[in-house]
């Protein structure tokens, strides 16, 4: 008897997740953003009159985004030397809270970093945040793809937009509009199974928004692939894990109909999805960082 299909659990969505990672390009785009836009981004329109800046770090329901927040951090000292640094990170999942702490214990660079850590979502936060009256200022905030599991967007971004001092900047990192991901649910959302809880969120959405903040704001563009040629190979570990991610669903190779697999095979394969080399289907996984004023 086949088991009915069912939502990721959290510890389940890590392992997806890592599968995602390790054959794409996602850390490396945005290496490559961090190393061509950061730095200016950092030190642009910014001044610094006082000893202290503040990062807050969202990672909501999503792993492995650490390492990068530590090189946000970094790249902070580098532009600003000597300068104290306060940051706060909101992240609901104990796991990754403590996986960050031993990021954090074994990079000995950070002693200038003091770090705040709340165990909420990011709803959460902002009701306590409004609860004690503590509306807390930062000159940096960023959002790493963590935008599409929040139940409201608008007012989310509003409420962070909120807390950034007089010159800070919010960074926003989301999928973009060009990405095969945002063709897929576009055009092709009926092969997807209704156990994905996630919103269905790209850059044009997140604009849109600030557009409606009045809020001036910049889009980066840098691309991203991520091959998916296992998910085609009958049996293959790697390629169960990666429908896994792509569904938010356990097992959906195993469990799903068959006529619900071979749609979404075939729209994964669509020219507006994925393109073909050497052989290898590769996923676009374009993003978009947003820089926010």
């Known amino acids: ?140 905030i960023h959002m790493i793809q963590m935008l599409y599991r929040v139940e409201d967007i608008p007012n989310t971004i509003k409420f962070f937009h909120s807390c950034l001092d007089l010159h800070g900047k919010l960074l926003i990192i989301i999928l973009s509009d060009s990405s095969g991901w945002a063709n897929l649910w576009k055009r092709h959302r009926d092969c997807l199974p209704s156990t994905d809880s996630g919103h269905y969120v790209t850059s044009s959405s997140i604009t849109d928004v600030l557009k409606k903040l009045g809020v001036e704001y910049h889009v980066y563009e840098f691309p991203s692939d991520w091959d998916i040629t296992e998910c085609f190979i009958e049996g293959d570990a790697v390629g169960s894990l990666m429908m896994d991610f792509l569904t938010g669903t356990k097992n959906f190779l195993g469990t799903a109909p068959p006529a619900l697999r071979q749609r979404l095979r075939e729209a994964l394969c669509q020219p507006e999805c994925s393109t073909t080399k050497d052989g290898r289907v590769i996923f676009s996984n374009n993003l978009s960082m947003i820089v926010v004023e």
Request: net charge negative.
């Open 1 to 140: 008897m086949i088991p009915p299909m069912r939502s990721l659990t959290a510890e389940e969505y890590v392992e997806a997740f890592k599968s995602f990672l390790d054959h794409s390009t996602e850390h490396q785009c945005m290496d490559e953003f961090n190393k061509e836009q950061m730095p200016n981004i950092m030190a642009g329109g910014h001044h610094v009159s006082h000893k202290v800046k503040n990062a807050s770090l969202l990672l909501r329901g999503f792993p492995g985004r650490s390492e990068q927040d530590l090189k946000m951090i970094r790249i902070l000292q580098a532009v600003h030397p000597g300068v104290l640094i306060e940051n706060e990170i909101v992240e609901p999942n104990p796991q990754h809270v403590a996986a960050y702490k031993e990021l954090v214990n074994q990079a000995p660079d950070l002693q200038n970093v003091s770090f705040i850590w709340h165990q909420l979502t990011s709803s959460e936060y902002e009701q306590q945040v409004k609860e004690e009256g503590t509306h807390k200022k930062f000159d940096f």
